[in-house]
């Protein structure tokens, strides 16, 4: 007789107020409905389980459907891989017992994502007896021995998340964490360089064309489009390890070991409102932009901090609108150029076997860096003209002050392979010289390197200043031409 419907909505009402306890919590004169209260004493409150997951395998209409609505059917499932047999399957048994014919899914979700657990950097399932356990909040604001357990912050444990293959079992310690410590330190100072170089940049009022870019940054945005695309992909696939190793590779290797040290001179050296250095200070915008955005899912606190300060914002305040919310991502398809990216390709493979040059002539202490190093490259006949034309739409003038202005060396010389001295011995006078193949031109070059015999400009500090002689300090040397024409066009400093 208590199966009745009375019995079934009094039941539920509890259990919307109080929970599934009360069932263990309450009184069994309150569990029955009003109108069988008299007759308690003759039931017997069960005690026994039904079934271990029911109530979270009914939790897609308990949870979801009365609090969201019948329409709405939770994107993602994520638990553990041994759910399998447990909550992703009593989810489906009960939606499908429930189904109507008229439901347009086959299941109570729209995917379901397993992970594996947590072992310790052995590969220790961690455990009491072990003491070999992970607090988060030890890890987010740091234990008693702050040396040995730093005050990481939340957005440190994430990108560890998000830099591990949760398919499988996750290995976390002390160095998996100091790596995500780095990683989103990287982040940090990428973006503090970027910022520190838009202080005097107003996008309304300086922003270049893109058909006005200097070629340099229209291949870095063809390169960031690349990037949006790939990672846009990997978060709609939650390949969070994907996303976070196209990131750091794109910051490390396109922009601090690339395209930060191509455009600083442009950035510290040519006047202000040159177009040369509101050109690089508009793809600087453009990559803060899209990278913020790029990060935000992982490095949200970060994130929000720079939306917020390039609003003009202290850090402690919020942000008028947060980023999370903006829904301000789109890709940027017009920027891809695959002849530009075969081009730049090339002449980056060309400056890293120029460097590796420059690095060996270090290592032996006969060079300080490239920019007192004065470097030589024999090469095809078609690698000087492809140069040729990929160099000076960028770099006005003649070859080889473009090729040193693109390796920020002292200085740059072209030549043909043929007068390339035959032997190693040979290069009298020089202080290292390397054959070295580039696959992407399908050709060999021979790099050699010398030490510059001009004195180091006091302002850009190359060694390409007008006068010879050695100086007791940087300040008794002249500026070399570039810097001096610069200098003169500059307004005088008022007294």
């Keep these: 007789p208590l199966l009745t419907d009375e019995s079934f909505a009094h039941i539920l009402n509890l259990i919307g107020q109080h929970g599934t306890d009360c069932w263990f919590t309450l009184p069994k004169s309150e569990l029955l409905a009003p109108q069988y209260r008299a007759e308690a004493d003759e039931y017997i409150q069960g005690q026994d389980t039904m079934d271990v997951w029911f109530d979270s395998g009914s939790s897609w209409n308990a949870a979801i459907r009365a609090r969201h609505g019948e329409e709405t059917v939770p994107d993602v499932y994520l638990e553990g891989s041994d759910q399998h047999r447990g909550w992703f399957q009593s989810s489906l048994l009960t939606y499908t017992a429930c189904r109507e014919k008229e439901e347009p899914l086959p299941a109570p979700y729209k995917t379901i994502l397993t992970h594996g657990f947590l072992v310790d950097e052995q590969g220790r399932k961690m455990s009491k007896s072990l003491g070999n356990g992970l607090d988060p909040a030890v890890v987010i604001n740091g ?26 079992d996750v290995s976390v310690g002390p160095t998996a964490l100091a790596t995500a410590a780095e990683q989103v330190r990287k982040i940090r100072n990428t973006s503090r360089f970027m910022i520190g170089n838009l202080f005097d940049f ?13 070629e340099v940054d229209r291949y870095m945005l063809h390169l960031l489009q690349d990037l949006e695309k790939t990672v846009h ?61 790029l990060i935000a899912p992982i490095t949200c606190h970060l994130a929000e901090e720079i939306h917020g300060f390039r609003q003009g914002l202290d850090a402690a305040e919020v942000p008028v609108e947060s980023l999370l919310k903006s829904n301000t991502f789109r890709l940027h398809p017009e920027w891809a150029s695959n002849e530009l990216s075969v081009r730049w390709d090339r002449l980056r493979e060309l400056r890293r076997a120029v460097y590796r040059a420059i690095q060996d002539a270090r290592t032996k202490g006969l060079v300080q860096g490239p920019a007192d190093s004065s470097v030589t490259v024999y090469a095809p006949k078609a690698v000087i003209d492809e140069l040729q034309g990929l160099l ?10 473009a090729l040193s202005n693109a390796l920020l060396t002292s200085s740059a010389c072209l030549r043909p392979s043929e007068e390339a001295p035959s032997s190693e011995s040979a290069f009298k006078g020089l202080l290292s010289a390397q054959q070295c193949e580039l696959d992407d031109w399908k050709a060999a070059v021979v790099v050699a390197v010398d030490k510059s015999e001009h004195s180091q400009c006091p302002r850009c500090w190359r060694h390409k200043a007008r006068q ?28």
């Design 392 to 401: 000076q739409p960028d770099f006005p003038g003649s070859l080889d002050p």
């Design 233 to 293: 992909a990997a978060y709609n696939q939650y390949a969070f390890l994907r996303v976070q190793q196209a990131l750091m590779a794109f910051l490390n290797t396109d922009l601090s070991a690339f395209y930060f040290e191509v455009i600083k001179d442009r950035l510290y050296l040519e006047p202000r409102d040159s177009l040369q250095r509101r050109s690089a200070q508009t793809v600087l915008s453009q990559l803060l932009t899209s990278l913020n955005i």
């Design 202 to 214: 107003d996008v309304a009022k300086d922003a270049v064309k893109h058909s006005d870019l200097a």
């Design 143 to 168: 234990g008693g021995d702050q040396k040995k357990e730093p005050a990481y912050g939340t957005d440190v444990m994430r990108m560890w998340i998000a830099g591990s293959d949760f398919t499988g």
């Design 468 to 495: 010879a002689e050695s100086h007791s300090s940087h300040s008794d040397a002249e500026p070399c031409a570039r810097c001096a024409s610069v200098l003169q066009s500059m307004p005088a400093a008022s007294s």
